[in-house]
């Protein structure tokens, strides 16, 4: 994976991590811990599981260094200008598709299996938001009972990237392909509301 894919999406985390936070009445402090839980958070699951060490944020510090400028950079930007709300959800729905393939293909690397791939792939992609949205007491967005084809557009596409990798040559634009195929998917479930259906018991009539 090229560095600068990754530092793009720290940096586009720790964004929604601060758009997330408006309303919370939060310091510049509490919003910086915010971003980087959101921005290394997935990451750092996936490389638990995989049994990396050193940790990607440890190893190379500029991770770190990238969302904490993001973080102030737009900290500073919201009380100046004040961005739209959809802004978080089309910023979000870039960095799920970045680090949804991103664990995908860490996880290839390793030599993890395909189903293992896609799995790692998803905690990369949600992790780390459902990390920010319980910090801010807000129920996880993946779990909202109306959220638009959230983690299933990360399974999607990571599903693509891995049979593209196991059907042709190994090729740089499968990555971009399985990119595209999350944003895509997640950027038209927020346009016509496309999503699983809920869970509903029935209820017997006493």
């Known amino acids: 994976m090229p560095p600068w894919i990754e530092y793009f999406a720290v940096a586009v985390c720790a964004i929604t991590a601060v758009l997330a936070a408006e309303g919370k ?6 919003v ?16 638990l599981c995989l049994g990396v060490r050193p940790l990607i944020w440890i190893e190379q510090p500029m991770y770190l260094w ?33 680090f949804g393939i991103a664990g995908t293909e ?23 938001g ?28 990571a ?6 990798r196991m059907w042709l040559p ?4 499968h990555r971009y392909i399985g990119m595209a195929v999350i944003l895509v998917l997640r950027l038209a479930a927020m346009r016509w509301k496309l999503r699983l259906p809920a869970y509903r ?3 017997s009539a006493p």
Not at 25 to 30: E, Q
Not at 159 to 164: K, Q, R
Not at 170 to 173: D, M, P
């Open 106 to 128: 860490k996880a290839l690397m390793l030599g993890t299996s395909g189903i293992v791939a896609v799995l790692l792939g998803i905690v990369t992609g949600v992790a780390g």
């Open 32 to 47: 910086l811990v915010l971003a980087l839980v959101t921005a290394v958070g997935g990451g750092t699951i996936r490389d």
């Open 25 to 30: 009445r939060m310091d510049l402090f509490g």
């Open 201 to 203: 018991s029935r209820i």
């Open 170 to 173: 190994v090729s740089e634009s």
């Open 130 to 157: 459902i990390l920010r949205d319980v910090l801010r007491g807000e129920l996880p967005l993946v779990f909202q009972p109306d959220v638009n084809l959230y983690a299933t557009a990360v399974f999607v596409g």
């Open 159 to 164: 599903l693509v990237f891995v049979l593209l």
């Open 66 to 98: 990238t969302a904490l400028i993001a973080a102030v950079a737009m900290f500073v930007t919201v009380r100046f200008v004040h961005p739209p709300h959809r802004l978080l959800a089309v910023a979000d729905a870039f960095g799920l598709a970045l």
